[in-house]
């Protein structure tokens, strides 16, 4: 506790007026923030393109079928494709479902309503993480995406 408290005379100890004195001065050698930088690299915006809903299945067979693309344009390229591919096969069978059901083709409907407002958050929701630098993997998904569209397109 000493070293917080100023002497009995009114003056601070030596160290501590070099330091205030520096500090005035703009002469501080100490780093200025221990904390790292927070702001992480911008994404590319390919990868971006990739997971926009309905659209970006398009660039991501392209990418796919060329056989270019960093390991991670792949890898976001075929869940891209599986998330879409999901989506349109849950979407014709609860179609189908309502149009040939007399009983619930409501709830089918509503259903498929809930499918299709899923797949464009988990999308949104994808491009959020890659824009803020982190992982855009889905722990499902990815896997399947690696197993079933990396042994036919890749």
């Known amino acids: 506790m000493e070293n917080f408290e100023p002497k009995e005379t009114g003056e601070w100890g030596a160290e501590e007026q070099r330091s205030r004195g520096a500090e005035e001065q703009g002469e501080n ?13 911008v994404p590319n915006p390919q990868y971006l393109l990739h997971l926009v809903p309905i659209i970006g299945f398009f660039p991501s067979l392209w990418t796919l079928y060329r056989g270019q693309g960093s390991r991670e344009q792949v890898a976001i390229s075929r869940l891209s494709i599986t998330l879409a591919l999901t989506w349109l096969l849950g979407y014709l069978l609860l179609v189908t479902g309502a149009a040939t059901s007399d009983f619930f083709p409501l709830r089918l409907f509503i259903l498929n309503s809930f499918l299709t407002s899923g797949y464009f958050l988990v999308s949104v929701w994808l491009i959020l993480r890659l824009m803020q630098g982190k992982s855009g993997r889905l722990p499902g998904f990815s896997n399947l995406a690696e197993r079933v569209i990396g042994k036919y397109l890749s």
Do not use: F, L, M
Request: net charge neutral.
């Open 29 to 41: 050698n100490t780093p200025q923030s221990p904390i790292p930088s927070t702001q992480s690299p």
